[in-house]
C-alpha cells in the first residue's frame, strides 16, 4: 500500500485525490492546500487527513510518495522538498513556465536519483497508448506524418491566461509531449498563432488558435492544431499515417447513440466536455503506472526529462512563432 500526500485540492487535485482513494494499492495519507477550505473538502469527501503545513505532510511516516497539483509556480519548489524528504513525486505538467528553473531544480536533487513522474495524462488514455503500441509494433510501415488535433471547449478567464505562461507552454505542451512519444526526438519547430477568439486573450498578451509543424530525427512531420475554442465541445484527435496505412484514434463521446434521420445522418451525442470527463481513464492509468513504478523503482514513461523536452519545445514554438522562421534544435 503507497501512501500519498496530495498538495493542492483544486480542480485536477480533486480528480487525483479519487483516484488515489479508489486505488487498491493506495491510501490518501494526507492532503494539503494553501487554500485550507480546499483542502478540508477533498479530507470530507473521502474521510482523509488534512495536513496544515507542507512541512506536515512531508513528515508523515505513511506519506511515500507525493502528488503535486498545486499551481505551476509551486511545482519546482514542491518537487525538490518532496525529493529532498526521499519521497517519490507525480507532478502535474507542467514542471514550470523557465527552463532555467527547471533546470536548477533538477540539479538540486539529481544526486538523490528521485522518481519524479510528470502528469503527462495524455500517454495512458487507453486509444492514443494502443495507437502507440500499434505504432511501435510496425502495424502502419514507417511513420511519415502525425497529426494532432487538440481544442477546447472553451477560452479560460482571462486571468486564467495571465497566469498560464501562454497557449504553448500551458496547452500545447500536452501536444509536444504526444509528438515526442510517438515521433521521437523532434529536430525543428514552427509555429504559427492567431488571435480569432476572444479579444480578452489578445489583451492578456497570448493567443487562442495555433498550428505547429515539428520535424522528428527519424524525418516524420508533425502537426499540432489547437484552438481555446470549439464549438462541439473537447476536440482532441490523432492520426498516425505510414508507409503501409493509418492509425487513427476519434473523439469519445458519452453514449455512442447514433440518430439517423431525413435532416441528418450518424448524429451523436456532443463529443465529450472537457479534459476531466475525456481523460478519466487515463488519469486512473496514470496513477497505476506511477504506483507500479513506485513498488518496483521502474524508471516512468513520463519522468522529469520529459517534462522538460516538452518546455523546451514549447519555448521554441514561442522563437519560431516570434521570428516567423523555423527554430532547429540542437
Ligand atoms: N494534466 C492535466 O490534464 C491537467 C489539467 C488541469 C490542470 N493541470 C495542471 O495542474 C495544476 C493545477 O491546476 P488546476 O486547474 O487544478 O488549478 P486550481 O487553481 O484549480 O488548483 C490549484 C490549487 O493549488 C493550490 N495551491 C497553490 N499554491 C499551493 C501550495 N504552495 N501548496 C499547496 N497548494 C497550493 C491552490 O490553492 C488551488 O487550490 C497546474 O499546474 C495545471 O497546469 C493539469
Given at each position: 500500500?503507497?501512501?500519498?500526500?496530495?498538495?493542492?485540492?483544486?480542480?485536477i487535485?480533486?480528480v487525483?485525490?479519487?483516484?488515489?482513494?479508489?486505488h487498491?494499492?493506495?491510501a490518501?495519507?494526507?492532503?494539503?492546500d494553501?487554500?485550507?477550505?480546499?483542502?478540508?473538502?477533498?479530507?470530507?469527501?473521502?474521510?482523509?487527513?488534512?495536513?496544515h503545513?507542507?512541512?506536515?505532510?512531508?513528515?508523515n511516516?505513511?506519506?511515500?510518495?507525493?502528488?503535486?497539483?498545486?499551481?505551476?509556480d509551486?511545482?519546482?519548489?514542491?518537487?525538490?522538498?518532496?525529493?529532498?524528504?526521499?519521497?517519490?513525486?507525480?507532478?502535474?505538467?507542467?514542471?514550470?513556465?523557465?527552463?532555467?528553473?527547471?533546470?536548477?531544480?533538477?540539479?538540486?536533487?539529481?544526486?538523490?536519483r528521485?522518481?519524479?513522474?510528470?502528469?503527462?495524462?495524455?500517454?495512458?488514455?487507453?486509444?492514443?497508448?494502443?495507437?502507440?503500441?500499434?505504432?511501435?509494433?510496425?502495424?502502419?510501415?514507417?511513420?511519415?506524418?502525425?497529426?494532432?488535433?487538440?481544442?477546447?471547449?472553451?477560452?479560460?478567464?482571462?486571468?486564467?491566461?495571465?497566469?498560464?505562461?501562454?497557449?504553448?507552454?500551458?496547452?500545447?505542451?500536452?501536444?509536444?509531449?504526444?509528438?515526442?512519444?510517438?515521433?521521437?526526438?523532434?529536430?525543428?519547430v514552427?509555429?504559427?498563432?492567431?488571435?480569432l477568439?476572444?479579444?480578452?486573450?489578445?489583451?492578456?498578451?497570448?493567443?487562442?488558435?495555433?498550428?505547429?509543424v515539428?520535424?522528428?530525427?527519424?524525418?516524420?512531420?508533425?502537426?499540432?492544431?489547437?484552438s481555446?475554442?470549439?464549438?462541439?465541445?473537447?476536440?482532441?484527435?490523432?492520426?498516425?499515417?505510414?508507409?503501409?496505412?493509418?492509425?487513427q484514434?476519434?473523439?469519445?463521446?458519452?453514449?455512442?447513440?447514433?440518430s439517423?434521420?431525413?435532416?441528418?445522418?450518424r448524429?451523436?451525442?456532443?463529443?465529450?466536455d472537457f479534459f476531466?470527463?475525456?481523460?478519466?481513464d487515463?488519469?486512473?492509468?496514470?496513477?497505476?503506472?506511477?504506483?507500479?513504478?513506485?513498488?518496483?523503482?521502474?524508471?516512468?514513461?513520463?519522468?522529469?526529462?520529459?517534462?522538460?523536452?516538452?518546455?523546451r519545445l514549447?519555448?521554441?514554438?514561442l522563437?519560431?512563432?516570434?521570428?516567423?522562421?523555423?527554430?532547429?534544435?540542437?
Amino acid at each position: 500500500m503507497i501512501g500519498f500526500a496530495l498538495l493542492g485540492c483544486g480542480r485536477i487535485g480533486r480528480v487525483h485525490a479519487r483516484n488515489i482513494h479508489a486505488h487498491p494499492g493506495a491510501a490518501l495519507a494526507a492532503c494539503y492546500d494553501v487554500a485550507g477550505p480546499a483542502a478540508a473538502a477533498v479530507a470530507a469527501e473521502l474521510g482523509v487527513p488534512q495536513a496544515h503545513s507542507i512541512e506536515e505532510a512531508l513528515a508523515n511516516p505513511r506519506v511515500q510518495a507525493v502528488l503535486i497539483a498545486s499551481s505551476t509556480d509551486t511545482h519546482v519548489d514542491l518537487i525538490a522538498r518532496s525529493a529532498r524528504a526521499g519521497k517519490a513525486v507525480l507532478c502535474e505538467k507542467p514542471v514550470d513556465l523557465d527552463i532555467a528553473r527547471v533546470d536548477a531544480c533538477w540539479q538540486a536533487i539529481a544526486a538523490l536519483r528521485p522518481l519524479v513522474m510528470l502528469g503527462f495524462n495524455r500517454r495512458f488514455d487507453p486509444s492514443f497508448r494502443a495507437l502507440r503500441d500499434r505504432l511501435a509494433a510496425g502495424e502502419i510501415g514507417r511513420l511519415e506524418q502525425v497529426v494532432i488535433t487538440s481544442r477546447d471547449p472553451a477560452p479560460p478567464p482571462a486571468e486564467y491566461v495571465a497566469g498560464s505562461g501562454g497557449l504553448f507552454r500551458d496547452m500545447t505542451i500536452h501536444d509536444l509531449d504526444m509528438a515526442r512519444y510517438l515521433a521521437g526526438e523532434i529536430t525543428e519547430v514552427q509555429a504559427m498563432g492567431a488571435n480569432l477568439i476572444d479579444p480578452a486573450i489578445r489583451a492578456a498578451g497570448d493567443i487562442d488558435a495555433a498550428m505547429l509543424v515539428l520535424r522528428a530525427a527519424s524525418g516524420a512531420l508533425v502537426h499540432i492544431n489547437n484552438s481555446r475554442r470549439c464549438a462541439y465541445g473537447y476536440d482532441q484527435r490523432i492520426e498516425a499515417f505510414g508507409a503501409a496505412g493509418m492509425l487513427q484514434a476519434h473523439n469519445q463521446h458519452p453514449t455512442t447513440v447514433e440518430s439517423w434521420g431525413q435532416a441528418r445522418t450518424r448524429a451523436m451525442d456532443p463529443v465529450q466536455d472537457f479534459f476531466i470527463a475525456r481523460y478519466a481513464d487515463a488519469y486512473r492509468a496514470e496513477l497505476d503506472h506511477f504506483i507500479g513504478c513506485v513498488a518496483t523503482g521502474a524508471a516512468p514513461l513520463a519522468g522529469f526529462a520529459e517534462g522538460r523536452e516538452a518546455l523546451r519545445l514549447a519555448d521554441a514554438a514561442l522563437e519560431s512563432m516570434a521570428s516567423g522562421r523555423a527554430v532547429r534544435l540542437s
